[in-house]
T-cell receptor, first 113, second 116 residues
């Protein structure tokens, strides 16, 4: 009964380093997405996917890359970390459908120094 | 483009008192409306959603929300809060058009602190 699993929970990076945030879901959801959460700004959509092999940009995609090779996994890559990418990152999944409930992981707290 | 405004960033409230969290939205097309809750150090979970029909929606943990189309609002209420309701609450919308997919647009969040 895992739901949406994100790793790692915490990460500190130096400016310019790259890393991958992992996200896996076991509910066979077609739709997966990545959000970043910043104080007072709610959650903003970075990238999303409607199925394996299909990804698209959200509201704030710059500096991030995604791929979706399987239904279960949707990793988020930071290509060259910047202090502005210090944030809490959430992965979410749902069935395709305008009113579908989104299920969220517990988040990854990333600090870029 | 759509937007969601949560009018209060923080709401302190005493235990067993009522609470109302305000949410207004702006959109050129019809929307579905959601409230999510984030307990400390956790991800978000769905409290309730409005799709159609009765404008009063009941959710989990005694929360309810009322959709007001003329005022483009979806305020969340609970008649008597508990310490365990201390959390951050997010109002969100999805557009009622297929091309928009499942994309959620969130408000800035309201942090509720329940005091004994």
């Amino acid at each position: 009964n895992a739901g949406v699993t994100q790793t790692p929970k915490f990460q500190v990076l130096k400016t310019g380093q790259s890393m991958t945030l992992q996200c896996a879901q076991d509910m066979n959801h077609e739709y997966m997405s990545w959000y970043r959460q910043d104080p007072g700004m709610g959650l903003r959509l970075i990238h999303y996917s409607v199925g394996a092999g299909i990804t698209d940009q959200g509201e704030v995609p710059n500096g991030y890359n995604v791929s979706r090779s399987t239904t279960e996994d949707f990793p988020l890559r930071l290509l060259s970390a910047a202090p502005s990418q210090t944030s809490v990152y959430f992965c979410a999944s749902s069935y395709i459908g305008l009113n579908a409930e989104a299920f969220f992981g517990q988040g990854t707290r990333l600090t870029v120094v | 483009a759509q937007s969601v405004t949560q009018l209060d960033s923080q709401v302190p409230v005493f235990e067993e008192a009522p609470v109302e969290l305000r949410c207004n939205y702006s959109s050129s097309v019809s929307v579905y409306l959601f409230w999510y809750v984030q307990y400390p150090n956790q991800g978000l979970q769905l409290l309730l959603k409005y799709l159609s029909g009765s404008t009063l929606v009941k959710g989990i943990n005694g929360f309810e929300a009322e959709f007001n189309k003329s005022q483009t609002s979806f305020h969340l209420r609970k008649p008597s809060v508990h310490i365990s309701d201390t959390a951050e609450y997010f109002c969100a919308v999805t557009l009622m058009i297929k091309a928009a997919g499942n994309k959620l647009t969130f408000g800035g969040g309201t942090r509720v602190l329940v005091k004994p």
